[in-house]
């Protein structure tokens, strides 16, 4: 079974405030998009950056064979994004979560001191009946705060240009503190979903985790250290396994291994990670970088008019 998470960068219909000024430019986008997942032939894939459920029945539509959809009814009205689901198997969904767990303190998201107790994006997980066995599969896909910083500009607008280097300085360290109660919230609906079992039950979580592999937050969703592809203990197993999740990053080729060009610097942000009963069944790994990403900077809005995304999907091939 092939898997895919691909973050589709503000799949809007023509006419919304974050999508495309034209039909054509907007024709164009769905097209190239479905011709990417056409061409992989996944069966499941977690889609991020969905705005308008209409748009993602339009890439839906341009896919070959029959798809199953579900979106996450988690966003925020400001930026209406979310995460979602589409599959060629049916779908049950598991879980759709947004807010931090309770022993998890507020953070803040601005000056003004506001707490924050969800996530910007829900986290969806769904069971799908796959491998034949009885066992399946449980799917979450979710897309963590961005690293891009934005600041408050009256009314309700943001800029994306600070004021001076200590606005620029806070507002980083509320995002990342931000980021970090986000992957603490998914990794616990993970903790939820293993029950303890990780070595029986087959769970993949993927997504646009806005950050690289060895980045804190990243690592927060791995669990129980000491067990990382490419470490002694990969292959060694111990308690933590019942927990665990490895990140397939290691597996994929050097010269695939980036999902992103941000300054023109390659980095891998978008992430698969397995439990351990699937640890031993990635047959391969691999991202869809090698036709060239365009290198993007600060400024969203420049990518409004953009024909295709700004991130590469990352794919694992599972044995089941």
Known sequence: ???????????????????PDTAATYQAKIEALALTI??????????????????????????????????????????PIRVAVISRLP???????????????PVHADDTGTPVTAMGRGALAVHVNAGGDGAGLL????????????????????RFQPRDEAERARTAAYALNRRAAEAVTVR??????????????RLVLC???NDEVQAATTQILLGPPGSEFGTAGADRPDKGDNHRLWNIAAMIAESQ????????????????MVSHALHKRIAAAGTIAAAGLTSIGDDPEIRRQAGDSDHAPVLADLDI
């Open 188 to 201: 616990r609906l993970v903790d939820e979903l293993l029950d303890g079992f990780g070595t029986q039950r």
């Open 91 to 105: 779908l049950e969904v598991a879980a759709d979560v947004a807010a931090f767990p309770a022993d998890l303190a």
């Open 139 to 158: 799917f979450v896909t979710c897309h963590l705060k961005s690293k891009l910083l934005s600041y408050p500009a009256p009314p309700g607008r943001s």
């Open 38 to 79: 056409n061409s992989a032939g996944p069966t499941l894939v977690g889609l991020q950056e969905v705005g308008d459920p209409d748009a993602l029945e339009d890439l839906v539509t341009a896919l070959n064979g029959d798809w199953h959809t579900v979106t996450s009814g988690h966003f925020d009205i400001r930026h």
């Open 207 to 209: 997504g646009d985790l």
């Open 257 to 272: 291994r980036f999902s992103r060009v941000y300054q023109g610097r390659r980095e891998l942000i978008d992430h698969i």
């Open 1 to 19: 079974m092939l898997v895919m998470t691909w973050n589709v960068e503000n799949l809007f219909r023509p006419g919304d405030e974050f999508g």
